[in-house]
């Protein structure tokens, strides 16, 4: 009877894509909310586990970014749910939710947008996705981001005193 080899060729790829990939998703997804370096190692370690089946996507990240995508957005839910039930339990509480104040005034207004609006957001412009890659990372059609992605703008244009001189 032969050991069982794992196939070395498989693991080289998952730590190719990790090494590649790990750290620009990291930061992209930072801004859309608090822990996201966990659920993108979350969504690797779930892709290594998967590996098989993953490595043969013809976008293997693109799956993992909307793993993390969806991490992110259940915590964020769990969170608001805590959030409602506090005050009612032991007065009022704050959270903090770590978005980078590179510019205060537009790291305010982007916490403040909705998580789908700002999910949309991030993922096109810090993510610097297509509309395509954004709706295959939250799992929604390419009508809703574009939706989303206008809503925010206009939330944002609103909120920031910008105005269209067109």
């Known amino acids: 009877m032969e050991p069982v080899v794992i196939a070395t ?24 909310g608090p822990g996201a370096d966990d659920a993108v190692q979350e969504a690797f370690a779930l892709a290594l586990v998967k590996w098989r089946r993953v490595g043969r996507y013809d976008d293997p990240v693109a799956w993992i970014r909307r793993t993390a995508v969806h991490r992110i957005m259940n915590e964020r839910r769990r969170l608001r749910r805590r959030d ?21 005034e537009l790291a305010a207004a982007i916490r403040a947008l909705p998580i789908r609006q700002r999910t949309a957001l991030v993922l096109k412009v810090l ?40």
């Not at 894509?17 to 750290?23: G, I, L, S």
């Not at 709706?135 to 939330?155: D, K, Q």
């Open 84 to 104: 409602a039930a506090l005050p009612r339990l032991a007065g009022a509480t704050t959270v903090d939710d770590g978005t980078n104040d590179i510019v205060p």
């Open 9 to 32: 060729s498989v693991t080289a790829d998952f730590d190719a894509v990790f090494r590649d990939h790990y750290r620009p998703l990291v930061r992209t997804l930072s801004a859309v």
């Open 127 to 166: 993510g610097d996705l297509d509309t395509h890659e954004v709706a295959a990372a939250m799992g929604i059609t390419e009508g809703a981001v574009r939706y989303h992605l206008h809503e925010a703008r206009t939330r944002l244009r609103k909120e920031l005193g910008v105005h269209d001189d067109a």
